[in-house]
């Protein structure tokens, strides 16, 4: 069955005409719409109030916003925690596609959270929508948030879940700073078998140190499949010279049986950037290219979990520290990575190609590594299996060794994190 809607005049009829709807049926957006978040509606979700401005209750029912924009406009700051779109529990099978989502909110610095989409429902689809968010001031923001309340392997509310082809932005630029805040562009908690596939994903937040987080993806369900996706976190800090900056992570996994694949992954403009953290067990990225870029501190990947796989992946940095991978798990393998730092070796404070730090077991062949400062390879307390690697043999009035470990004392030092500080500082 086919369902028009257009002329609608609120917030409670948009949503009464979406419900209205039968099972399976497609529901056709036909006018952009405009909504000013004056008045509060509360219903309980999970063990917190949350203001939900829309419910979807309807199982196996596709709303297609046709291209057409809902903007909603929160001038003021709220008691609560708010989901624009809120597909309940029992939606089973449900899909937004094609619709056009704007919020922007002009209250004052808030520690409270918005959410553009929050799912709940098994079997859903989020599909070619263009999300924003948007804010000049201090907020928490969500695009797409997927979670339950139970971890399990069954199939249970949230998982199934499918994000495709979405444009998904946070603009949040703030000029004063109260709270300790962060944006997420995906954020699954718990469910498993989701799908993240073919999405361009641009989170900018500014702050001022590692309590400001900007953040691409964030997982810990199991199964999760992220595919040829674009996905860049930024912080704002285009220079890269300052450790007082956001923290920002492309993609943060705690998830175990990961699939990353084929993805354009960038942490970028921050104090500290990372490409991947990854602290999910039994995780294979393959085929990826991996960057953390503009930052005094930058780390491609940062590996904290045992038995994961990393395979033909292009890893770069044009940090001033760069460390293009950081393991301290065992029982890992790195084979045939191109790892390359792109910025000017006398002008970085320090640089190393792959650290393994408390590690044992790990596999490293075949990887290529070029343009870092001091170190190629190097362990400290680690044990690995060191095979086939090329190390691009660098010169100057600094230390570097192609291979290194805790006993090369000059090595240890170049590399000592509490050497890291902003260029401002050197400058004093």
Request: charged letters at 20%; glycine letters at 8%.
């Amino acid at each position: 069955m086919i369902k028009h809607i257009n002329g609608v005049n609120s917030i409670e009829e948009l949503e009464e005409q979406i419900n209205a709807a039968e099972e399976n049926s497609t529901v056709y957006l036909d006018e952009d719409l405009f909504f000013d978040l004056r008045q509060e509606k509360r219903i309980l979700v999970g063990t917190r109030t949350i203001l939900a401005i829309i419910s979807i209750r309807k199982h196996d029912l596709i709303f297609d916003g046709q291209g057409h924009r809902i903007t909603f406009l929160c001038p003021s700051e709220r008691a609560n925690d708010i989901a624009l779109f809120h597909i309940c529990q029992e939606s089973l099978g449900t899909e937004i596609r094609n619709l056009c989502l704007n919020y922007i909110y002009e209250g004052a610095n808030s520690s409270r959270r918005a959410i553009a989409i929050r799912n709940n429902a098994y079997g859903v689809k989020i599909m070619h929508c263009k999300l924003t968010m948007e804010s000049k001031t201090q907020v928490n923001f969500t695009v797409i948030q997927n979670d339950r309340s139970v971890e399990t392997v069954f199939d249970r509310e949230g998982d199934n879940f499918v994000v495709e082809g979405n444009d998904i932005r946070i603009r949040c630029n703030p000029s004063e700073y109260e709270f300790k805040t962060s944006c997420y562009g995906i954020y699954n908690d718990l469910p498993n078998s989701m799908s993240i596939t073919g999405n361009y994903i641009y989170i900018m937040a500014n702050g001022v140190g590692t309590e400001q987080e900007s953040i691409g993806v964030y997982n810990n369900g199991r199964y999760v499949r992220i595919v040829n996706n674009n996905i860049k976190a930024n912080g704002y800090h285009m220079e890269g010279t300052g450790t007082k900056h956001p923290y920002v992570v492309g993609v943060h996994n705690e998830g175990e049986y990961m699939l990353f694949n084929s993805n354009n992954c960038i942490a970028e403009w921050a104090g500290k950037a990372v490409g991947v953290l990854n602290k999910g067990s039994y995780c294979t990225y393959t085929g990826n290219k991996i960057i953390a870029t503009h930052a005094i501190c930058a780390v491609s990947i940062e590996n904290r979990a045992d038995l994961c796989n990393y395979s033909g992946n292009l890893v770069t940095s044009t940090g001033r520290n760069p460390r293009l991978v950081y393991n301290e798990a065992d029982n890992v393998s790195y084979t045939s990575n191109i790892l390359k730092s792109f910025f000017y070796i006398p002008d970085c404070q320090s640089g190393c190609g792959m650290m393994f730090i408390k590690s044992s077991e790990c596999s490293v062949s075949g990887n290529q590594i070029f343009g870092v400062k001091n170190c190629g390879i190097f362990i400290s307390n680690s044990e690995i299996l060191n095979r086939d690697n090329m190390v691009e043999e660098q010169t100057g009035d600094w230390d570097f060794l192609a291979f290194a470990d805790e006993n090369d004392e000059q090595i240890v030092s170049a590399l000592d994190e509490r050497k890291i500080h902003s260029i401002e500082e050197e400058q004093l």
